[in-house]
């Protein structure tokens, strides 16, 4: 023990000596893996987020396609539907996107009766006390400068206009779900966008047991060929196979300069400078072993190693914590007026971080020892000449 004591001690003597060369080492290192931590925790963040938002989603949407596009469906299916064992109730919903103008956003138009009140920051009145009536989402109400008692215009199908009064606003607790979203009357949502009273956009389908979705998603197919069912779990796999692709677009980028940082050590570690030559020929002299030489360098890349890697997560913690993320915000959210906040503080596992770790540390160190190796099996004074 005392003799690995003794070469740790070494090591970090000569990486005190060469601290130029080791500060730029860690400098870029550090970036490299702060930036894929970064990476890493913020898709996980989202799709932990996802998760989170569709907890409370339908477990099956019945939707209508007609020439491969969404198109409203008859409420009369609603009834049908029900009839079918191990369904509970189907409820016709009223929705759809609204683009305002003013800020270039598009909002999402929800139709409801009522809005619960611990859902809300600020409500004066229930939402169907009469029909010119909104809740917004705290985006909508921040980029419009509106608050309760204020007045959203909005342009009919018919070019008509029509100003609701906000009756409340939505807590920050449910941005991720209601930043962009507006909340009217059905009725009055019906005459906004022009669906009569026998259509709905879709239909939510509750169903008893959770393992019977695909089944009574196959027999609603079956009853009306023109129907897509969309059940939660394809909703979250979708959801995930999305964040993969746009995380794809990051890691391609940090795979270009991972690759450029790994050229670059290899080429510093293949080519050991005059005094490591003359360290490592000295080392041998008094009877240092190539073990010994070995031992030395892995403690080397591993001390540089380790620096960089905590070094990285404080960079990733940074960036998640206090910036929010701001280099993925745009990739990853999609492009996008309303963007709505959630909380990407790092969750650090080993499943997510242990590989992307790997392959950051293995390389550095590998191309410590490989030119390390070679000397060490050469003669101490051929060493000394080189």
Known sequence: MNRHLRIFEFALSTLARSWAKTSAVVVVYSLLVGLAASLLLYVKALGEEARLVLAGAPELIVQRLQGGRHVLVPVSRAEEIR????VGTVTPRVWGYYYDPPTSATLTFWGAESVPADALDFSTGELGGEPSTCVLGQGVADV???DVGGRLPIRRHDGTLVAPRV???F???SALLTHDLVVIPTAELRRIFGIADELATDLAVEVTNPREVETVARKVRE???DARTISRRRILDTYDAVF???????AAILGCVGTAFAVLVWNQASALSAEEYR???IL???GWSPRNILEWKLWEGTIVSAVSVLTGLLVAEIHLIWLDGALFTRILKGWSVLFPPFDTAPSLDAYTLLPGLLLAVAPYVAASLVPAWRAAVTDPDSVMRS
């Not at 993969?244 to 990051?250: M, S």
């Open 83 to 86: 009839r079918i064992r191990g």
């Open 279 to 281: 360290t490592l020929g």
């Open 284 to 286: 041998k002299a008094v």
């Open 223 to 225: 009853a009306w060929p």
């Open 244 to 250: 993969d692709w746009r995380a794809g677009l990051w």
């Open 171 to 173: 807590t920050a607790d």
């Open 167 to 169: 009756v409340g606003v």
């Open 144 to 146: 419009r400068f509106l």
